[in-house]
């Protein structure tokens, strides 16, 4: 009988998402048929989550982590937990992935990427990317800093804006340590995650304008990111084109606005005025940050909620004269696929990313 439950659980689930996934979406049919019972799972996980308290946030988290958090058969070389200082005097968890080949193969130190994992600010984990970041290393060639940054809503912004960026100034300062070469520093996130390395490489412009300097960075891959909260404020086109049915919704998206500007009891006055801080949205950087982007490659999906800021923030950082943006779209995907590889286009954006990494640091 339990398996029967599950079944008819599974069939409906399936049915839904046909329902909401019409046959003139653009996605392909690999996306329409892959997933169904992960994205039930995830949906019913999360489309309540901004009325939750912090235990119902707290259960939210521990299913995704059993969903998402997979073995792997990828092997490196040495992995190890360890902890940096944050500005607050918490210590930050990070993980560190060094790759099959060493610096002596290669002929010159390795490079270094600072990864900061999706999730809304609110979900997700080190351990539940462990194969996105042992792949990652894998194919750059290089070591990997997977940060724990602190989670909303227990931890709002700036939290873990400033987590990550105090992670990503300690590998500069210290990569050496890593066996790797400090000039030779990368930041890539996806999702969420992808808002706080772009924030982390805008806030490395410096202090103000008039110390502003060239970035320490040697690249930067945003992949999916959110870089806007007045874009699901005031939903751009493209909010009202994928608002349901594309895996990201709009009402989901607003919920993690919520929990991560606001904390467990978002004030809208506070949300609004928060959400024009660059630090939380990268869109409303003032254009001398943007200048001093990394060499930067934005993977995202065709049809996602984020696709109109996305390339608003391209426009406004090539018309700030960065020095490369380069957009990546991958027709008929929705969200959250980069680096995913049972997903279509999963493992190939990632190659892709890696590759890039790769030839920025060289």
């Known amino acids: 009988m339990a398996i029967l439950a599950l079944l008819a659980g599974v069939i409906a689930a399936a049915a839904a998402l046909i329902m909401l ?33 912090a235990d119902g946030v707290k259960k939210v988290r521990a299913r995704m982590e059993a969903l998402f958090t997979k073995p792997t058969n990828l092997t490196v070389d040495k992995i190890y937990d360890m902890t940096v200082p944050s500005g607050d005097g918490y210590n930050v968890p990070v993980r560190v992935y060094h790759p099959n080949a060493t610096a002596q193969e290669l002929g010159q130190p390795l490079m270094v990427t600072v990864f900061l994992h999706g999730g809304g ?5 080190v351990p539940s990317y462990d194969p996105l970041t042992r792949a ?5 060639n290089g070591v990997v800093v997977s940060v724990d940054y602190r989670l909303s809503p227990e931890h709002p912004f700036p939290t873990p804006f400033d987590d990550s960026l105090a992670a990503a100034q ?23 995650g992808g808002n706080l390395a772009a924030a982390v490489a805008l806030a490395l412009a410096g202090d103000d304008e008039s ?8 690249a930067a891959v945003l992949a999916s990111p959110v870089l806007s909260h007045q874009a699901c404020a005031e939903p751009t086109g493209s909010y009202a084109r994928f608002a349901r049915g594309y895996l990201l919704s709009r009402h989901l998206m607003n919920a993690y606005w919520n929990l991560y500007l606001g904390g467990l009891k978002p004030d809208p006055e506070r ?8 630090r939380a949205s990268p869109l409303e950087a003032p254009a001398w940050r943007l200048r001093a982007l990394p060499p930067t490659l934005i993977p995202l999906a065709s049809a996602e909620v984020l696709v109109d800021e996305i390339e608003r923030f391209a426009a406004a950082a ?32 990632l190659s892709h990313a890696a590759e890039f990494l790769r030839e920025r640091c060289a």
């Open 136 to 140: 990652l290393a894998l194919e750059t």
């Open 318 to 349: 090539r018309t700030a004269a960065a020095p490369e943006v380069t957009l990546r779209v991958y027709e008929g995907t929705v969200h959250a696929f980069f680096g995913h590889d049972q997903l279509p286009y999963g493992a190939e954006s």
């Open 271 to 278: 949300v609004a005025v928060t959400g024009r801080d660059w």
């Open 21 to 53: 996934i019409k046959p003139e979406d653009i996605l392909t049919p690999a996306w329409i048929g892959c997933s169904v019972a992960a994205a039930a799972t995830w949906g019913s996980g999360l489309n309540n989550i901004e009325s939750l308290d």
């Open 170 to 192: 300690w590998v500069l300062s210290n990569a050496a340590g890593l066996g790797a070469d400090p000039r030779r520093v990368a930041v890539a996130g996806d999702s969420a």
């Open 211 to 218: 110390s502003a300097t060239a970035s320490p960075l040697c």
């Open 121 to 125: 600010w609110a979900v997700g984990s």
